[in-house]
């Protein structure tokens, strides 16, 4: 029997805590994502279930999520810092719910819109357009600076969308404009949230606090634009969906809103435990495997254009995340000469400051918004907002 000295159990034990403790959630992030995709796509798709009131549904997923947060927050309000919301004046909450709440309601209702008449696959594609508009809406509210690199990449991506419209064999017009509406929608929504949250004082201390404080806006704002646009109460009823009653609708809206709460909290283990290199490859490889389902799953057709195209976004929003991280080292060095030389710290000030800088790294690399500008409470809305619905 060969025996394992002491430094290669050590030295295993250090590799499994470093890299592989945060398996298990990611592989559930990849898998419930799969799973909430492949769900929205059949039951909102053309070609499978097709309900008909897809913007309902979606409120009803809200619904579940906000039913979720405020158990939640009950439960342990001290330890989610629920008493922030509590306190909140309603003018306070009103400025803030309401405006993120009903941009939220739009990027997710044209997305599940969307999925109505296009393939999962050309839709995964297309919304990996986003950070062009996030950077885009940075720039418009004088949040982000455009650079060379910057442009370049969004070149990159443009490039690639391009190949991937050209190459799609299914194509539906009204399906790709809901689909690249719900990415405008989707880069004014962070930029959004990024100026309401900033100027909280205190700031929200959980992802299930900002769950609860968004999660009303979301569901009325969802749910009077499915009154006005999809008039549930004539389709719901109508003779080809007989079959399809309130309680099949809440029992699908449950499945659904279940399935994000889920995700969620596969996310918010990993952004809080991962590194943003792994980050960023999991959520590449999250959007394959969506990628993967909709080919496998519901037969969605690729070819060498559409192929070559989604491997150039891919790897511009990689080139993305690697332009905003060579910026962040460049601000930080500036700053280093900034500092007077009299000015000095000790060694556990240090340390608070190298954990703060990795902690601003991790959340600049999971939202794709600029160092400079982002604070904690964006890496809690991107956990909520990621495939929220």
Not at 67 to 77: D, Y
Not at 121 to 135: N, R
Not at 136 to 155: D, M, N, Q, S
Not at 294 to 320: E, P, R
């Amino acid at each position: 029997m060969v025996s394992r000295s002491p430094q290669f159990s050590d030295a295993v034990e250090q590799f499994y805590s470093e890299h592989c403790i945060y398996l298990p959630a990611m592989l559930g992030w990849f898998f419930f994502s799969a799973i909430l995709s492949s769900y929205n796509k059949y039951v909102f798709g053309a070609g499978q279930m097709h309900f008909p009131c897809p913007l309902l549904l979606t409120s009803v997923h809200f619904s579940i999520q906000w039913l979720f947060s405020h158990v939640a927050c009950a439960c342990f309000p001290e330890k989610l810092g629920a008493e922030r919301i509590d306190n909140m004046s309603w003018k306070e909450w009103a400025s803030i719910s309401a405006p993120c709440g009903l941009v939220t309601a739009l990027d997710i209702g044209c997305s599940n819109l969307a999925l109505v008449s296009i393939t999962l696959t050309f839709y995964t594609m297309v919304k990996s357009s986003t950070p062009i508009f996030v950077l885009f809406w940075a720039y418009l509210f004088k949040i982000e600076r455009i650079t060379w690199p910057l442009i370049g990449v969004i070149l990159i991506i443009a490039l690639g969308e391009f190949l991937t419209v050209l190459g799609e064999v299914n194509f539906v017009f009204r399906g790709f404009a809901l689909c690249v509406l719900a990415s405008v929608l989707s880069g004014a929504r962070w930029t959004l949230v990024q100026l309401k949250l900033q100027k909280m004082d205190p700031p929200l201390d959980s992802t299930i606090v900002t769950m609860k404080l968004l999660s009303p806006s979301m569901f009325w704002s969802m749910l009077i634009l499915s009154m006005v646009i999809e008039r549930p109460w004539i389709k719901l009823f109508e003779e080809q969906y007989g079959n399809i009653q309130l309680g099949t609708t809440f029992l699908l809206g449950v499945i659904g809103g279940s399935l994000a709460i889920t995700m969620i909290i596969c996310e918010l283990f990993l952004i809080l435990r991962a590194s943003a290199i792994v980050l960023m490859i999991g959520g590449v490889i999250k959007e394959l495997t969506t990628i993967i389902v909709g080919v496998s799953l519901f037969g969605d057709s690729l070819n060498i254009t559409n192929t070559v195209g989604v491997c150039v976004v891919f790897s511009g929003v990689a080139l993305y995340k690697v332009a905003f991280h060579l910026e962040k080292k460049k601000r930080n060095e500036s700053d280093m000469e900034a500092v007077p030389a009299t000015e000095e710290f000790d060694e556990d000030e240090d340390a608070i400051l190298d954990d703060l800088d990795e902690d601003v790294e991790l959340i600049q690399e999971a939202i794709g918004i600029s160092e400079e500008h982002v604070s904690k409470n964006d890496l809690e809305l991107k956990i909520e907002g990621h495939h929220i619905s």
